[in-house]
């Protein structure tokens, strides 16, 4: 069986940092990229960061360029997300996804239609 774990959600004030940490098992992602998404209340889940096979291209919002950092340790076959300045607007659920593809090539790093395995989400509150 498939899981993806996020870990390191919580509350902190505007301004603030937060780690979040995602662990795969049952399966190893290493040649897949994966990424993060975000759903807060009352609205549709949006892309935050993604990383492809290696580390070596990354992907980011628009709203989170320059204080988001994503990361993957394949060894461990985990990704993490790095959150510095956090503010208010950025309080929603993040989930950590995988995608599954034959070609890992051919899957849109920001779409979340190429990703085939979802976490079950972490909260992130910011408060102002």
């Known amino acids: 069986q498939v899981q993806l774990v996020e870990s390191g959600g919580g509350l902190v004030q505007a301004g603030g940092s937060l780690s979040l940490a995602c662990t795969a098992a049952?399966?190893?992602?290493?040649?897949?990229?994966m990424g993060w998404f975000r759903q807060a209340p009352g609205k549709e889940r949006e892309f935050v960061a993604a990383?492809?096979?290696?580390?070596?291209?990354?992907y980011y919002a628009d709203a989170v360029k320059g204080r988001f950092t994503a990361s993957r340790d394949n060894a461990k076959n985990t990704l993490n997300l790095q959150m510095n300045d956090l503010k208010p607007e950025d309080t929603a659920v993040y989930y950590c996804?995988?995608?599954?593809?034959?070609?890992?090539?051919?899957?849109?790093?920001?779409?979340?239609?190429?990703?085939?395995?979802w976490g079950q989400g972490t909260q992130v509150t910011v408060s102002s």
């Open positions: 996804a995988a995608q599954w593809r034959e070609d890992p090539t051919t899957g849109q790093p920001m779409n979340s239609d190429s990703y085939t395995y």
């Open positions: 990383v492809n096979w290696n580390g070596g291209r990354l």
């Open positions: 049952g399966r190893t992602f290493v040649t897949q990229t």
